[in-house]
């Protein structure tokens, strides 16, 4: 039997107050994609993620992850969904009281089954992942760079080995170096883990480097879906004018 999409959205609509963000909003993300969530400020697109996350319930539709449906599913089932991601936030949103090796280890420890042997291994590895050494595992964030804490950041939400991965503007506030070398990170652990990616991104260089597929948020729905190169030939003012702006560059 053929797996359910790792996403799907149905009839999502998000209102608050008076103020409408989403008008049925339908959206299928099956494994292995690498999703790149496009719109102009106020679309709603890290509101989009949030309720993919599970952080916020939509006013109408359903939020699907793994075939569970977030709004029915019993507790139990909603945990085991959402442990099968992990969440890389805008400004990496580590804990500033706790190391590098605390943070990552959070998650771990929450699980309440391993030993703190188990637990020093696997941060480890993480650390190991995101090209960084033990050593770093004993600094505190304030003492870490912003790409730093980006790799941390996403050490973390790599750390219970999630099949799907958000990532809220993943090279926000990184110069473009630096930016590329955490583009190519992420590349690398996509095809390593397999790993289903969806991204909020404004930055064109990042979407043409990883995106397979761009989904558009504008006037309130969902105005484009599908390959990025299907999604760049659709005649729409935010489309056209969005990737006019930087052309991908021929290899």
Not at 21 to 39: C, E, F, K, T, Y
Not at 198 to 212: C, G, N, Q
């Amino acid at each position: 039997m053929k797996p359910p999409p790792v996403i799907e959205l149905a009839g999502i609509g998000t209102r608050f107050g008076r103020q409408v963000i989403h008008r049925d909003i339908n959206l299928s993300v099956a494994s292995g994609q690498i999703l790149a969530l496009l719109g102009g400020s106020g679309s709603g697109k890290t509101t989009l993620l949030r309720e993919i996350l599970g952080l916020l319930r939509p006013t109408a539709g359903s939020v699907r992850l793994f075939g569970v449906d977030l709004a029915d599913a019993d507790s139990q089932r909603q945990r085991a969904a959402r442990r099968r991601l992990g969440m890389l936030f805008q400004q990496g949103a580590l804990y500033s009281a706790l190391s590098v090796f605390d943070n990552i280890a959070f998650p771990l420890r929450e699980l309440r089954c391993l030993d703190e042997d188990w637990i020093r291994r696997l941060v480890h590895l993480k650390l190991a992942m995101v090209e960084l050494t033990p050593p770093d595992g004993g600094l505190m964030p304030a003492e870490l760079s912003g790409g730093m804490i980006k790799r941390v950041a996403l050490a973390r939400a790599l750390a219970l080995e999630p099949e799907l991965l958000l990532l809220d503007e993943p090279t926000a506030g990184l110069d473009p170096e630096r930016s590329k070398k955490f583009v190519e990170l992420i590349a690398s652990l996509q095809r390593a883990l397999n790993l289903t990616v969806v991204m909020v991104t404004h930055d064109l260089e990042t979407l043409h480097s990883l995106a397979s597929h761009v989904a558009v948020l504008a006037d309130q729905g969902l105005v484009a879906c599908g390959l990025k190169t299907e999604v760049m030939a659709v005649e729409h003012p935010f489309i056209q004018g969005f990737f006019a702006s930087h052309p991908p560059k021929l290899l």
